[in-house]
Every structure is written in structure tokens, then in C-alpha cells.
């Protein structure tokens, strides 16, 4: 059974930094892609960044382009999520999940883990 476990949350300031980890376990991940996606109040759950776990190519969000860095550590099975020069709309439950593409629809995703709190302060 596919688990993945989501970690590195916190509050900052804006302009600061945080680095989430995405555990995956319960198969080989090889051949799928594994996506990041938040979701703020009151709104819908958007995608962040993706990256095609085999040839490491990545995806990302206009929103976050230039200042999220999406990365993988094979021999961990983790998917790395690093933040800088965070903004207070960056505020959400941010999600890691797995897909058979790299896609920015979250249908397309299968698996899901249990999100962890990010917090931007003005």
C-alpha cells in the first residue's frame, strides 16, 4: 500500500525559507510522478510543482516559478519541496502526491498523503 508521509511545515516570515519532505513507501516509484499541490482557505487545491520521478524533469507552478525547487532523493524515496523567498498567498496545507504522469490536474493523481501546515506572515 502506497504511504506517503509529508514534513518540514511550519510559520515564517515572508521572505524566509522552509524545505518539505515527502516519505513515500509501498512501491517503486520509478515510473510515476510525484507532485506537490496546496490548499488555502476557502480555496481550491492548486498545483505547486511536479517532477517525473525517472528523468528528474519538473514542472512548476507561474506562482512559483524562481523560487520553489522541486527534487528527489532516490535512495530515500523522498520528494524534496524547498521554499524560498516565501509570500504571505503562499499560505496553505501543502499536499505531496503520486501520479502516472506529470500533470498539473490533481485528478490524475492517486495517492495522497496527509498535507502539513505552511503559515507566511507578513
Known amino acids: 500500500q502506497v504511504q506517503l508521509v509529508e514534513s518540514g511545515g511550519g510559520l515564517v516570515q515572508a521572505g524566509g525559507s522552509l524545505r518539505l519532505s515527502c516519505a513515500a513507501s509501498g512501491r517503486t516509484f520509478s515510473s510515476y510522478a510525484m507532485g506537490w499541490f496546496r490548499q488555502a482557505p476557502g480555496k481550491e487545491r492548486e498545483f505547486v510543482a511536479g517532477?517525473?520521478?525517472?528523468?528528474?524533469?519538473?514542472y512548476y507552478a507561474d506562482s512559483v516559478k524562481g523560487r520553489f525547487t522541486i527534487s528527489r532523493d532516490n535512495a530515500k524515496n523522498t520528494v524534496l519541496l524547498q521554499m524560498d523567498n516565501l509570500k504571505p498567498e503562499d499560505t496553505g496545507v501543502y499536499y505531496c502526491?503520486?501520479?502516472?504522469?506529470?500533470?498539473?490536474?490533481?485528478?490524475?493523481?492517486?495517492?495522497w498523503g496527509q498535507g502539513t501546515q505552511v503559515t507566511v506572515s507578513s
Open positions: 502526491a503520486v501520479s502516472n504522469m506529470l500533470t498539473i490536474d490533481s485528478d490524475d493523481y492517486h495517492y
Open positions: 517532477i517525473k520521478w525517472s528523468y528528474g524533469s519538473t
